[in-house]
């Protein structure tokens, strides 16, 4: 299998953070997929040592490749601090080869590590996005959560207790008066009773019924 297939084994596609570049191949582990390229700025150069965009990669002290030109398909490779390629660079030849370092499927997003500096500037205060770190986030979200829960549980455990203890010294104590109550109405339905079974109102005069 040659380095570079002559039909690219990548496409330029969504990714979660917006564009990416993603294999259409399987992709070897140490194999080239892409070059990435652009001007060569000096920064002896004053024009050129103001050039600020993100696509900036720095060769050495003197020599940067501004990826921000069209054709320069590799910059839509975002980074990932756990990644699936590299990028090879040879200052001297002023070439950077983005490389496979691992065996990448047909689907996966290509990634490399853009380095600490970038990271520092560009990646840090808005939150890293790459699988990796949004992996990490998601444990660590998991892991609040159920510690949350946990606490939620031994709350309400405790709630319950505290319900439990309420309810027995209330029963001791009510328990008989409740009873008494009870047994006051049935005492006074059975009276009531008693005097409509006894006697009859008529004309507003009381008539005892004989049995
Ligand atoms: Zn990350």
Redesign the pocket.
Known sequence: MPAIPTSKPYRIGRSKTGLGLFATKPIKKGEKIIRYFGPILDSKKKDEDAIENKYLFELNNRWTIDGSVRENVARYIN????PNAESDVRPRKRKVIIRAIKDIEPGDEINYDYGTDY?KAY?KPIG???????K?RAKKRAEARAEKALLKEKEARKAQRKVEKTAKTTKSKKAPKTKTARGTGKTKRATSGAKRGKGKTLNGHRVAVSA
């Open positions: 980074h990932s601090c756990k990271f990646l890293c996005k790459c699988e990796a770190c949004e990490k």
